[in-house]
């Protein structure tokens, strides 16, 4: 039985570095229904932005900042020994140039998605999750969070009165505490399609998704995530979104229905 009736389908993209990753990030396109873009903190610039931004336009896809700590060496996937003003200066820099670029190209922004280490700290340390719902509301609480299913930022965004969008991924593997396992680990990544066909297909039938322990938690996300620098990443998402329309899934993001 079904546990899904209809899910947003998203990406983060804008991190493109040559030609041929920007082909694919740009085939990615055809088959979700939201994306996050990378906004200047691991990757990206003014013209990048743009470019995604104007094929998400074409595409009728929804469109959002992927900001991330300051740390284009690391990709963005470690912590960055920050004040809390500095924190907050970097990510609300970040989301607000994205802002204004969109703005010029009249485009809406609908939500606002973190990158990496940041990501995870966010959803699950108490300081920085109020930090980050603070500059959400300075700039814009119109805009939806997406975050972790079953995370403290789940929580503290519902509270504040905040749209909160539950992710899952369908190419890493989870914790039984809803965490992700760290990509240092053995077994981090689901690197094949079919695997992360399996995940997806799991999560949105079963309402379930499988642990490092081997142990299916219950999961009912709002969105699925596929990283747009994954291997295979373009096959897999083209292959997930089939396995949904096979399913009877809409795929729809949180502004418009993709058909």
Not at 101 to 116: E, N, R
Not at 167 to 177: G, L, N, P, V
Request: hydrophobic fraction near 35%; proline fraction near 3%; aromatic fraction near 6%.
């Amino acid at each position: 039985m079904k546990s899904i009736n209809s899910i947003d389908l998203n990406a983060d993209l804008g991190e493109f570095q040559n030609k041929k990753q920007l082909e694919n990030e740009l085939n990615i396109l055809k088959y979700i229904s939201s994306c996050s873009i990378a906004c200047g903190g691991h990757i990206g610039d003014s013209e990048s932005i743009k470019c995604i931004i104007n094929a998400c336009k074409e595409n009728g896809v929804a469109i959002g900042p992927h900001p991330s700590y300051p740390d284009k060496r690391g990709f963005g996937r470690k912590a960055i020994n920050l004040s809390p003003q500095e924190l907050e200066i970097s990510i609300s820099s970040q989301i607000q140039n994205f802002i204004s670029i969109a703005d010029s190209l009249s485009a809406p922004v609908s939500h606002i998605k973190l990158h990496g280490k940041l990501y995870n700290e966010v959803s699950w340390e108490e300081k920085l999750t109020n930090l980050f719902l603070n500059i959400v509301k300075n700039i814009d609480e119109s805009f939806s969070v997406i975050g972790p299913a079953n995370s403290l930022l789940e929580s503290k965004s519902k509270q504040a009165g905040i749209s909160f969008i539950s992710e899952a991924f369908i190419d890493r593997r989870y914790r039984e505490d809803y965490s992700l396992v760290d990509r240092n680990q053995d077994g981090a990544l689901l690197h094949s399609v079919e695997e992360q066909v399996y995940q997806a297909k799991t999560i949105v039938i079963e309402g379930a998704v499988l642990t490092d322990t081997h142990k299916l938690i219950k999961i009912k996300p709002e969105t699925l995530c596929i990283h747009g620098d994954s291997p295979n990443s373009a096959a897999a998402v083209k292959a997930v979104y089939s396995m949904l329309k096979k399913e009877n899934i809409n795929i729809q993001s949180f502004s418009y229905e993709k058909t």
